[in-house]
Nanobody, 126 residues
Framework: QVQLVESGGGLVQAGGSLRLSCAASERSFSIYTMGWFRQAPGKEREFVAAIRWNGGRTYYADSVQGRFTISRDNAKNTVYLQMNSLKPEDTAVYYC???????????????????WGQGTQVTVSS
């Protein structure tokens, strides 16, 4: 069973930066798209960013466009989320997700992804 292992969360002041990483436990794991979602207390899990494994095209939620950057290392089956200019409203548990089936559904939606990480807490203080 493939696992997605996240790291890099923590506590940071507003305006600061954090970098999240997510690695698939098996190098032979086939990936079509990887994404990041987040869930704040009392709220639904929401899309943050995604990247197509072949070609590297990226997609962002409006709320993070220009501040967050998603990237990947194909050889390591690892995806990163560089988060700059963090705001208190970015506070949430961040989850990485992988699409291993290549479905044509929206990559902004949770149903596109069939593997999920355990989540990592990001807290931004004001």
């Amino acid at each position: 069973q493939v696992q997605l292992v996240e790291s890099g969360g923590g506590l940071v002041q507003a305006g600061g930066s954090l970098r999240l990483s997510c690695a698939a436990s098996e190098r032979s794991f086939s990936i079509y798209t990887m994404g990041w979602f987040r869930q704040a207390p009392g709220k639904e899990r929401e899309f943050v960013a995604a990247i197509r494994w072949n070609g590297g095209r990226t997609y962002y939620a409006d709320s993070v466009q220009g501040r967050f950057t998603i990237s990947r290392d194909n050889a390591k089956n690892t995806v990163y989320l560089q988060m700059n200019s963090l705001k208190p409203e970015d506070t949430a548990v961040y989850y990485c997700a992988a699409d291993s089936r290549g479905y044509s559904g929206s990559l902004y939606g949770r149903s596109r992804y069939d593997y999920w990480g355990q989540g990592t807490q990001v807290t931004v203080s004001s």
